[in-house]
């Protein structure tokens, strides 16, 4: 049953940049998730939060510390327990021979085991992987690894490693010079909004990875609701004709816990 807490014993960690950690466990559920597919994890006594599954093989999700719920996972190790509910949400659809991924930050995270599915399956790929600095640039030797050195292009905000270029700013230029069929992207919703609106004028399909405010991750409470779309059910993953729909929030406002909304 996914939607049972099931209580995983972690196997290995990982130590990705200095603020972001790996952990893996063994799930039969998790291992046969779709790329883009998320987790709802709970921490006893603490909180339960939506985490993307970042690997099949083991299971695992990759964990950005921005509050209580993501320090206390970011200090477990070997052997602690976590308990996990999922998959859930729709994940990424494979289409088209040529595609262009765009993931900022830990956004990545969403994007790795879809990298490896169009890797696998040999498709044209060329990866955009930006951060704010050189050491936060997450699942760099990997996605290398998967794509090749020359379809990786790396930008930085401050310069550090790659373009000095918003990832935002790169995918635009990109998708206007060539002929991608599909667009990919996860990471911050403003660098989405605007890889959106480049893929539109090229009337480009795009796929991107959306967070919301999640409490049940399953369609139950409604927290998650961006327009007339549940983002835990009708998502994570949105095409452009759903975005199109959700056009006076997708890039603009979100709900808080208590269902206000904010500015993004
Ligand atoms: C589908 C989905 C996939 C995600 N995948 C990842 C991932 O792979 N790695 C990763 O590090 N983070 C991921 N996140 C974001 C992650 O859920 C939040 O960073 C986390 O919940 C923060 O909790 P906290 O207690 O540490 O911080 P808090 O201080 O409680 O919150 C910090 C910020 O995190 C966000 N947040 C807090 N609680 C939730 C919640 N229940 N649902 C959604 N957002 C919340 C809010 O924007 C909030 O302002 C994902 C979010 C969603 C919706
Ligand atoms: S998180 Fe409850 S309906 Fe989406």
Redesign the pocket.
Known sequence: MINKSRVVRIIETKQETPT?KSLFFHDDETAKSRPGQ?LMIWIPGI??????V?STRPPG????L??????TLSHLEKDDEIGIKGPF?NGFTITGQKALVVGGG?GV??LLPLIRRLAGEGKDITVILGAKTKEELLFKEEIMKQVGRDQLIICTDDGSSGSKKIASDLAAEMIEKNNYDQVYTCGPEKMIYKIFEAAEKRNIRLQA?V?????CGFGLCGS?CIGPFL?CKDG?VLDNNILKEALDEFGKLRRDPSGKFEEI
């Open positions: 972001v998320f909180d339960e939060i939506p985490m993307s970042s999700i990759t964990v950005k921005v509050g209580e719920a993501t320090e949400g830990v995270a969403s990875s967070e919301r405010y999640m409490k998650c983002v994570p």
